[in-house]
């Protein structure tokens, strides 16, 4: 599957921002989605995965919702009350895995090329 993701911006601080990945290629609805983010000079790390039935699992609590449009093949990544240390290229991943919701980069099988975010204070 081939994945797009766009949506990334400077934003300040307290502001919002919406992430979009387009898939293509395969069944997007069979795919378990997530996005990762990776800033300068630190590994790569997981933010939120979201099944194929919808439930979602996350690493920033209250603050960034993951939601699917199976019928537009497209995951989105809301991004409230954001916070300089949010800065970072932000990555969305597929895995052909369904439980348990993997959160490891390992866990996952494609990649989009990442979209800048940073976030001034």
């Known amino acids: 599957v081939q994945l797009q993701a766009f949506g990334g911006g400077l934003v300040q601080a307290g502001g919002s921002l919406r992430l979009s990945c387009a898939a293509s290629g395969r069944t997007f609805s069979n795919y378990t989605m997530a996005w990762f983010r990776q800033a300068p000079g630190k590994e790569r790390e997981f933010v939120v995965a979201?099944?194929?039935?919808?439930r979602s699992i996350d690493s920033v609590k209250g603050r960034f919702t993951i939601s699917r449009d199976n019928a537009k093949n497209t995951v989105y990544l809301q991004m409230n009350n954001l916070k300089p240390e949010d800065t970072a290229v932000y990555y969305c991943?597929?895995?052909?895995?369904?439980?348990?919701?993997?959160?490891?980069?390992?866990?996952?099988?494609?990649w989009g090329q990442g979209t800048q975010v940073t976030v001034s204070s």
């Open positions: 991943a597929a895995s052909s895995r369904i439980a348990p919701i993997p959160t490891f980069r390992g866990g996952f099988d494609y």
């Open positions: 979201i099944s194929r039935s919808g």
